[in-house]
């Protein structure tokens, strides 16, 4: 029986192809699981899942291969899957001599097609390919790994995620919990098809993903690795295959990566928490106190637990991912916070978002927030420079003034040795060139609104904040 | 370390992702060194045999969009000949807006091929037509750490480089149908992200962005 050294580099070392390398990290766990195995047994092992346990389910994969082939029966998409794949291990199948697209080395190259290679593309239209070529010309070992993809990819709503990173072990955990999962629901007889993901947005689950790497004792993410995530979700059946790609950046780990240790983590995730929407329950609102969403209904109530809101929209993952700011959000939260008269403290995680992901100089935040301090200094005056501040001001010009107004109150009031804000601090922190504008004064309010908190000063507020469509529910 | 920069610009480009066929195609945000390489060919007018070229690259633009277009699909006759038998369907295709490459290279004669290109310059398809805005001689500081490191592709394998990770061809064969060499993953990295942490010896050209950008130099030999 033809085979092939299943432990050789080209079943197993990294490509780069997203697809050849979750193939790869499955062959990898099933050889640890069964290292007696050869590589065609392994093929047959993950056939009879494909087959007996999940009845050929794998269409979201491939199109019309011998196991998605309708006019294939039962054990025959076993029998002729596993007859394509010794042809192919011995070289029966046509093939040319070239060079692999995806592993780099000069082999036999074989076609393939949507029905043995994701998002390859149809055979039948040859002008997508070099030279009229019918299909994708790969190494057989690349065919193999595609053929085990299944088992180390998950349904994410109604098309597959695959994950890819930059380091090599956040990817294998990645394909580990799946694999692993797929094998006990095989072991207990329960499996049905591929993996079902709770979530149904690749924003949800890339955070969730994330969170798992940083908390999980299989890999040890160090201080200094710079880690970005991929996720590819797709789907390779019918008539429209397509493809999405969502970037979880290096630089976005590294602030979730902080906002999830424990001087920040409670109050990140009670933000975050606090804007989680869901069109079927909507309405709900999140109670900070019980770490549920409360909904009453016709007179009565319910509530939903982390696990089960954890899967609705969230607005924050969703513009984090996109890279859009989130200060807004923070803003909008902080208002509502203020009129709730709660005491909150979300100014270290703001000040961690704007130095990691914005770049922001810890001395603009400081003195913003000196600033803020400054302005609620004299009750007297705070309700007037508040709603000033608030209502007036809608431009950076209308910002400058407020901003020199306030240094020349200061220096009226106090006759300081030294001015609130110097020409330096106002030139090179607040106002550099092209950067920041009205993000100070989104800055200043949330410095405001927390500091009125923390010392008790209700204010009457006039008129109405201008609220987004993606303002969280408050109770 | 004294080179050649070369600036070239377009107003879209498009780099597909060598393996991916799909409803959606999307753009890879630096090209590979393969295009490069095709766009130094086309300035020359022939296939350029590289017995050991140093060439850097740096790549920016200014938004990235997403378009529909029309595909044409031949369907295959006998002997793997295309048949007049062929569709048309409608995808959807990213691609960027605005765009720079800057080419590095202290081989002047590759440089000369861009006073006068041969044939047009693309970036990605047909549509793409790109323009030589000017070559200079230049002086790049030497880096041992790069922490610069943006609008290039760099080798994955030592590195792991935060980016796309992606199989992208170096080269391909003045053959037909054309083979792709020197295949390997490479990390993608746009030329927006924040400094990196990295061991890798680079150049900096200080006249690039705010703070200069590290110019990785790929070693090129057939």
Redesign the interface.
């Known amino acids: 029986m033809a085979t092939i050294d299943y432990k050789q580099d080209y079943l197993t070392q990294r490509t780069g192809d997203p697809f050849a390398d979750t193939g790869a990290h499955v062959i990898q766990l099933m050889q640890e699981k069964s290292p007696e195995k050869t590589i065609l047994q392994l093929i047959e092992e993950a056939t009879n899942i494909y087959v007996r346990n999940w009845g050929g389910g794998i269409n979201a994969f491939f199109l019309n291969s011998k196991i998605t082939q309708p006019a294939f029966l039962g054990e025959r998409k076993k029998e002729e899957s596993m007859a394509y794949f010794q042809r192919l291990l011995s070289n029966e199948e046509p093939y040319e001599e070239g060079y692999c697209r995806i592993l780099g080395q000069k082999t036999k190259l074989f076609s393939t097609g949507r029905d043995n290679h994701i998002l390859a593309g149809s055979g039948t239209f040859i002008n997508f390919h070099h030279g009229y070529q019918e299909g994708l010309k790969v190494a057989k070992e690349v065919i193999i790994r595609m053929f085990f993809v299944p088992l180390g990819a998950i349904q994410l709503g109604k098309n597959i995620a695959v994950i890819g990173s930059n380091l090599e072990k956040v990817e294998a955990l990645f394909v580990e919990d799946i694999f692993k999962a797929n094998m006990v629901e095989v072991s207990h007889k329960q499996a049905k098809g591929v993996l079902k993901s709770d979530f149904t947005n690749p924003a949800n689950a890339l955070f969730e993903f994330a969170s798992k790497s940083l908390n999980t004792s299989k890999v040890v993410i160090e201080e200094d690795d710079q880690v970005e995530i991929h996720l590819y979700h797709f789907t390779n059946f019918g008539a429209s295959p397509e493809v999405n790609l969502y970037c979880f950046s290096a630089r976005l780990f590294a602030f979730y990566r902080k906002a999830m240790k424990i001087n920040y983590r409670s109050i990140w995730q009670s933000f975050v928490n606090d804007f989680y929407r869901n069109s079927k329950n909507s309405g709900a609102v999140y109670n900070n106190a019980t770490n549920q969403y409360e909904l009453e209904v016709k007179k009565e109530k319910k509530n939903f637990e982390y696990q089960e809101y954890r899967v609705w929209f969230n607005v924050i993952y969703h513009k984090l991912l996109r890279n859009q700011s989130i200060l807004k959000n923070f803003l909008y939260w902080s208002s509502n916070k203020y009129k709730q008269q709660a005491v909150f403290n979300i100014w270290p995680v703001v000040e961690l978002y704007q130095t990691q992901l914005h770049n922001m100089k810890k001395t603009t935040l400081d003195k913003i927030r000196q600033i803020a301090d400054y302005l609620i200094e004299d009750e007297d005056k705070i309700k007037r420079r508040l709603n000033r501040l608030r209502l007036e001001v809608s431009n950076v010009y209308q910002l400058k003034r407020f901003l020199i107004q306030t240094i020349g109150d200061h220096y009226q009031e106090k006759q300081p040795a030294r001015p609130l804000i110097t020409l330096e601090e106002f030139v090179d922190d607040l106002f550099p060139e092209g950067t920041y504008g009205l993000e100070i004064k989104d800055l200043l309010m949330i410095a405001l609104y927390e500091r009125l908190c923390e010392k008790n000063i209700p204010v009457e507020l006039e008129g109405e904040d201008v609220l987004e469509d993606d303002r969280p529910n408050f109770n | 370390m004294k080179t050649y920069r070369v600036d070239i610009s377009s107003w879209t480009a498009s780099f597909r992702y060598?393996?991916?066929?799909?409803?959606?195609q999307?753009t890879l945000e630096v090209p590979p060194l393969s295009t490069v390489l095709g766009l130094i060919n086309a300035a020359a007018g022939q296939y350029l045999e590289h017995e050991d070229l140093i060439i850097g690259y740096y790549f920016e633009f200014a938004a990235k969009a997403t378009d529909l277009e029309t595909i044409?699909?031949?369907?295959?006759g006998k002997n793997?000949?295309?048949s007049n038998s062929?569709k048309s369907n409608v995808i959807q295709r990213e691609f960027l807006f605005e765009n720079r490459l800057s080419l590095y290279c202290a081989d002047s004669k590759i440089i000369d091929f861009f006073r006068e290109p041969v044939f047009p310059l693309l970036l990605g398809r047909s549509g793409d037509l790109a323009s030589v805005e000017q070559i200079e001689e230049i002086e790049l500081a030497e880096i041992d750490h790069a922490e610069k490191i943006r609008g290039q592709i760099i080798p994955?394998?030592g590195n792991?480089?935060?980016?796309?990770?992606?199989?992208?061809?170096k080269y391909f064969?003045n053959t037909?149908?054309?083979?792709?060499?020197?295949?390997?993953?490479?990390?993608v990295i746009r030329y927006n992200?924040?400094d990196?942490?990295t061991k890798i010896a680079a150049f900096r050209d200080h006249t690039l962005q705010k703070d200069g950008v590290d110019i990785y130099f790929h070693h090129f030999k057939l």
């Open positions: 060598p393996n991916l066929i799909s409803g959606l999307p044409y699909m031949i369907e295959a793997g000949q295309g062929g994955l394998k792991f480089l935060p980016g796309v990770i992606q199989a992208l061809p064969t037909f149908p054309r083979q792709n060499i020197g295949t390997e993953p490479f990390s992200v924040f990196l942490t």
